[in-house]
């Protein structure tokens, strides 16, 4: 499904509507968890939007022109026609879950969406924030956006990383995806969070091939390289 429908775009600039379609602006940050976790979950709904980058590096997020649109300065944000703004990944996925419910990818009926509503937030606490926490605290690419940088604090996190994707490794010997049989946003979550590892200097051990395997597998998918 293209932007014809809803002629949304993607990051940095807020559209004004010409006729009567509602129009949607998306902010995004290029490859930064958030922003990718938005960029997936959109191409596996089939939804294609124009997009803008903010330049992160360049700080170009504490720019006044985007803090009128994201007072915390953070992507991605959605900006309706109306002038709404929409922050926050998960949020602007539930967004969209709610425009186009198929293929459901956060679950049907109580239990499914209880389950995977449970896995996306023991991925979001327990591996991407650590994760983002050792990265923000250790590169230097980040002593200007992470100010002060707590090495301490990096290493305490690199523990509990390891400690949480045995455990995850132990889930997935019995089933194809985090929270059951089908692709869901935790498998994005997942996803972006194991990717992210890399440039945090982080390693997923080879003994833990459950989820090695799990991995291979999300990572194969064609909506992995939005």
Known sequence: MGCGRWNIQLIGCIIQSGGGAERRCRHDGGRAPNPRR????LAEKGITLPTQQVDL??????????????PLKR??????????????????????????P????FGRGALEVARIEMWNRRLELHLLFPVSHVFRNSHPAMKDMEVPQVPAWAE????????FIALLDEELKDRPFVA???????????LVAIDFMKPAKLAVPNELKH???????????PSAAA
Not at 38 to 41: S, W
Request: charged residues 20%; aromatic residues 8%.
């Open 211 to 221: 989820l090695k395997r799990w991995h291979a597998d999300i990572a194969a998918r």
């Open 180 to 190: 059951g049989n089908a692709f869901t946003v935790a498998d994005i979550t997942g």
């Open 57 to 70: 590096m360049a700080l170009a997020q504490t720019s006044p022109a985007y803090a009128a649109i994201n």
């Open 156 to 163: 305490a996190n690199k523990p509990r990383i390891q400690e």
């Open 75 to 100: 992507v991605p944000a959605l900006v309706l026609d109306d002038g709404t703004v929409i922050t926050e990944s998960i949020a602007i996925c539930r967004y969209f879950e709610a425009l186009k």
């Open 38 to 41: 938005t960029r997936i979950f």
């Open 102 to 105: 198929d293929p459901p990818m």
